[in-house]
């Protein structure tokens, strides 16, 4: 029990007749080897990756809810965009390059089963797996659709 959050990447999928035979995408959905026959592959839209995740960064969490939740946190999915990861990306390489801006650019906070508030050892290993998750995705030149969950 506590805090876990969620990133996710959504990419959409050009299967349609419209696109041209080099934009169109197959997918093709196996279990055990075999096609499966539950899943009707020209029905899927988008696939979503999980891209990133956090247990108990309510540092990170607090900035996912006050930059694309508008501050309700409610355990809801929020769309987030290619510039927020970019702003996010950016506050955590500055804390990362001085710690002592933690506080103010990207403050920790409490709730039920958060962890902890202090800007120890925990913290700095979240800003640091924040990083590789953030570049990861931007080096995706395509991907500008991305959604941001949360529960505890």
């Not at 958060?114 to 990083?131: K, P, Q």
Request: negative net charge.
């Amino acid at each position: 029990m506590g805090l876990d959050s969620y990133l996710y990447k959504k990419s959409y999928v050009r299967s349609d007749e419209y696109y041209s035979p080099e934009q169109r995408m197959v997918v093709e959905v196996k279990t055990g080897g075999e096609v499966s026959k539950t899943i009707q592959p020209n029905r899927i839209r988008y696939i979503v990756e999980e891209v990133g995740y956090w247990r108990k960064q309510n540092q990170i969490h607090n900035w996912f809810v006050q930059n694309t939740q508008g501050g309700v946190d409610n355990c809801q999915t929020s769309y987030v965009s290619r510039d927020n990861l970019e702003e996010l990306l950016d506050l955590c390489k500055q804390v990362k390059s001085d710690n002592e801006l933690a506080d103010s650019l990207l403050p920790t906070t409490s709730g039920f089963f958060f962890g902890g508030t202090e800007y120890d050892e925990w913290y700095f290993i979240g800003i640091d797996n924040t990083i590789t998750f953030l570049e990861d995705c931007l080096s995706d030149e395509l991907a500008d659709e991305f959604e941001y969950s949360a529960s505890w």
